[in-house]
């Protein structure tokens, strides 16, 4: 399936790509198609997408109007790409209260008890949409739509690593301390971001995620483990 594409001038050598504004599989499985096409026939200096649209910089962007022609030739034959193997990962989370520190709230205003939402939470297969805002959190989509909840109005400074979290429609992971908004119903004791790591971020857009529920006690031993270079996340293939 091809998409009605915008191609856009940013910056002095950049070109934005941009596919309607949905937040879709389909979407971001063409995304990722198209990025790979580009890497295998184009000389860039980078590639980052998002849940609709693609980033490209050039180390020269001398020809704008012909390079714009090269891509929409490009788009149309870009399933002569090889794409990557994509994994589902499973993830354990601990949503005991001294983690889940917003579950109270959340079972008051879902009129859903917490063993509900939890059930809820890691019964699904998430869609690794997007990567960011910090490097390595995970934009999850796939969220039942029972547990939607809008984000905070007001943010914590201070989100603790590991912190798993509802904001609106998706759920996502946070991969170091820092300011969020999101609605936090558990925490992780794995470590999903390590700049030392190549690549840093193990698990990848188009990727999935399933959650899997553990004890206090089991998230001390994993953390333990991870420290030992122990644990390794489970994995399986899928197409």
Known sequence: MNFSLKYLRFGENSIL???????????LMDIIQFKCSIEKNHNVESLKSSYNSLLIEFKDLKNFNKKIENLRKLYFDKKSAEIPNFYRWTIPVCYEEEFGIDLKRLEKKLELKKDQIISIHNSSNYIVYNIGFVPGFLYLGGLNKKIHFPRKESPLQNVLKGSVGIGGSQTGIYPQNSPGGWNIIGNSPINLFDPNNKPPCIIKSGDQVCFERISLEEHSKIKIDIELNK?????????
């Open 17 to 27: 790509i941009e596919w309607p504004e949905a937040i879709q599989k389909k979407i």
């Open 231 to 239: 644990f390794k996340l489970k994995k399986i293939k899928y197409d």
